[in-house]
């Protein structure tokens, strides 16, 4: 796979005959890998190459900013999902404010001289250009070969971003996870926190979010796999006496997760958090990269009147989530 940045006065690549997919792919889901799945076979009968043009920001983020939709997926993630599916390009367009003043057919344009596309898989109802002046008929018209894909649905739904956001702020983890392929998870680096949780006897560590908002809001029983090595050795090695609870993967952990914006903790600017307390483990994992999956749901963010409370609140929390490991020792999806 090969990444790509494009911005509309960017000069044109020199690539190969491609096939071309277009969209958010916010969470890279189950219709999402139909459309690669299809690209990938089109591809083939015409000798192409296969790229996927998504957008960074994504559109809504541009136009609304912090009141957009919240992220499902983080742009490495994105990057990382597609090329699991083996896809040859990954072209990240840079949406701004001459990105979308673009025409339809000036969009046209920059896919035939930049991309050198032959042939594009398309969703339903799919638009773009200046005021979604453009569709699957204009690039027809244009000269374009045009699949368009019909949505794939799961029990009866049609799968898309909206209803897995939706669906992972409902707490049913296990639906997301049907709608999505895989488990829902998130991956960042541990970065610094205040280490509020050290003086309360509950260690967190704090992963970055690398998105405005996230879709999850609550407590959550997580398993955490460290992306560089073992999580379970790294932890063994710097004390032996405090190796933690095993997750389900090979060297995972698993832990309490924490998403939100800490109402109890008196902050000038509140920001939303994404923290993970491993009961009995004592190790630096500072800049390490984490995926984090979320396993069972247990309650929403509360308000806790005092610290005392909180870890009153916490206490309670690591034991019922302990209690769901206990009672799942396989994999529970």
């Not at 932890?235 to 997760?257: F, H, M, R, S, W």
């Not at 109890?264 to 004592?282: C, G, K, M, Y």
Request: charged share 20%.
């Amino acid at each position: 796979m090969k990444l790509l940045r494009l911005n509309a006065l960017a000069p044109d690549f020199q690539l190969p005959k491609t096939a071309v997919t277009i969209g958010n792919f916010d969470g890279v889901h189950l219709g999402h890998q139909a459309m690669v799945s299809q690209l990938k076979e089109l591809a083939a009968q015409h000798s192409l190459k296969t790229a996927v043009m998504i957008f960074e920001p994504q559109p809504l983020e541009f136009f609304k900013g912090y009141e957009a939709p919240p992220r499902i997926s983080s742009l490495r993630e994105k990057v990382e999902y597609l090329t699991e599916l083996g896809v040859d390009y990954i072209v990240v367009a840079k949406f701004d404010n001459a990105f979308r003043s673009l025409s339809a057919e000036e969009f046209a344009d920059l896919l035939k001289t930049k991309l050198n596309t032959q042939s594009l898989v398309l969703g339903e109802d799919h638009h773009f250009g200046k005021n979604r002046q453009g569709n699957s008929e204009f690039l027809r018209n244009y000269g374009f070969h045009v699949t368009d894909l019909n949505n794939v649905e799961v029990s009866g739904e049609r799968v898309s971003s909206t209803l897995i956001r939706q669906t992972l702020q409902a707490g049913d983890l296990a639906h997301a996870a049907k709608l999505l392929g895989r488990p829902y998870s998130i991956t960042g680096r541990v970065q610094y926190g205040d280490q509020i949780g050290r003086t309360i006897d509950f260690p967190t560590i704090n992963v970055r979010l690398n998105r405005h908002r996230p879709c999850l809001h609550g407590i959550y029983g997580v398993e955490v796999q460290c992306e560089t090595q073992s999580l379970t050795d790294k932890v063994q090695n710097e004390c032996p006496d405090k190796t933690g609870i095993a997750g389900y993967a090979p060297g995972a952990l698993y832990g309490a997760g924490h998403v939100g914006t800490r109402p109890a903790i008196a902050q000038a600017h509140p920001e939303w958090r994404l923290e993970v307390h491993f009961p009995d483990v004592s190790a630096n994992l500072y800049g390490l990269l984490m995926r984090v999956t979320f396993l069972n749901y247990l309650h929403g963010e509360k308000n806790y009147p005092s610290l005392e409370a909180l870890k009153t609140g916490i206490d309670d929390d690591v034991e019922k989530l302990l209690e769901f490991r206990q009672d799942h020792p396989q994999f529970p999806f």
